[in-house]
Structure formats: C-alpha cells, structure tokens
C-alpha cells in the first residue's frame, strides 16, 4: 500500500517545454487534487478531481491543465513552461465521508523552469 | 476571497516548553479545521483535525477552535526538538467541494 506516488522527484526544464507530472493513488479514493508550494505562499490548489470523470479550477489554474485518467490517476499537466511555475508541486487524494477526514499528500515534484 | 492567516514566524521554544500556534479565517460559515505538520523538504502529514468549538487533546498536542472569533490554535505541550517543523493551519470553508484551503504556515523552532 503505497498511498500517493508522484513522478518525477524532481525536474529542471527550460523556458517553453512542456512536461506531465504524474500522481496516482492505491486507497480507492474518489477525490484528487493538485497544489503547488512556493516559500512564503502556502499550499494553493491548481485544479481538483472531486470524483472519476469531474475536473475543477482551483485558485491559481492558468498555465496548467489536468487529466483524471481513471479512479487512481491524476497528472497535471505544463503545456509552456515560464519561470514563474518555479515551486513544489503536490498532489493529494481523499475519500469524502471517511473516517479520517483528511487530505493524504504524495512526497511531491520539485520542478525549476530555467 | 477565502483566506486563512498565520504568523510566519520562525517561533522559537525551548525544549519541554509549550509551543503555541495561531490561525485565523475569514469564512464564518466554514465547519472543518485542520493541522498539518511539515517537515523540510517533505510532504504534509495531518496531526490534528477539529469541528467544534473547543478543546481537542491528542498526546501532547491540543487544538482549540473560537468559532465565533473566527480562530483556531494548536498547542503543543513538552515541545521536543522533533516538533521542529512548519506547521500548516487548513480550513475545508463551506460547500461541497471538500477543498481545502491552507495558511502560509508557521515554521517552528525547538532549541534543545
């Protein structure tokens, strides 16, 4: 039972590339999100997957656009990388009504635009 | 726009002493409050979630929430320098999105 995996670790990309991060998730849970972490900013939803087939803006979505392939997998995806996409990206599931009522949170991709 | 604040920091304790950690909201109609602990260069890990206004006790750690002040703290008793972390307050404001939204966190120093 892995919990939330991400691929890459980590990723350096020039300015214009564009790439996919990938998550997934083995607790059959229905909801799965995407954050990015900047210092001094907090954690700051991108877009969310409130269940199979479903896929929202959360508050800093430009630049970004997201696929929920099935039930375990989300991936994010940069079209055109910028330097401003700089951060720690994140990615968490949840089972609404569970009970534990918490997000559970991959060990994250730290990703440098140059 | 759906904000929750919190002290920076770092806030320095020493050893065996009570850390106390503070957050506040801007949602009134918000019904769900969490804690999360990160450590450096780690993902966040839940310690604390609180729905009430109150205390909640968990080992050394207890979580207050002031609904009507719009204020919720963790306190955290015989700090030992493994609490050496930041801290993440979270709030679930209402709807059915379940979304979270996270404070800027506060970076915690134990000094053995």
């Known amino acids: 039972n892995a919990g939330v995996t991400q691929t890459p670790k980590f990723q350096v990309l020039k300015t214009g590339q564009s790439m996919t991060l990938q998550c997934a998730q083995d607790?059959?849970?229905?909801?799965m999100y995407w954050y990015r972490q900047d210092p001094g900013m907090g954690l700051r939803l991108i877009y969310y997957s409130a269940s199979e087939g479903t896929t929202d803006k959360g508050e800093v979505p430009n630049g970004y656009n997201v696929s929920r392939l099935n039930k375990r997998e989300f991936s994010l995806r940069l079209e055109s990388a910028a330097p401003s996409q700089t951060s720690v990206y994140f990615c968490a599931s949840y089972e609404p009504g569970a009970s534990t009522d918490t997000q559970y949170f991959g060990p994250g991709t730290r990703l440098t635009v140059l | 726009q759906k904000e929750v604040e919190q002290n920076s920091g770092p806030l320095s304790v020493p050893e065996g002493a009570i850390a106390s950690l503070n957050c506040t909201y801007s949602d009134r109609g918000s019904q769900s409050f969490f804690w999360y602990r990160q450590y450096s260069g780690k993902s966040p890990e839940l310690i604390m979630s609180?729905?009430?206004?109150g205390d909640k006790e968990d080992g050394r750690f207890t979580a207050q929430l002031n609904k009507a002040s719009q204020y919720v703290s963790l306190l955290i008793r015989d700090s030992q320098p493994s609490d050496s972390a930041t801290y993440l307050c979270?709030?679930?404001?209402?709807?059915?999105?379940?979304?979270?939204?996270f404070g800027t966190g506060t970076l915690l120093a134990v000094q053995p």
């Open positions: 979270a709030v679930k404001f209402g709807g059915a999105t379940n979304k979270l939204i």
């Open positions: 609180i729905y009430s206004n």
């Open positions: 607790m059959n849970h229905n909801s």
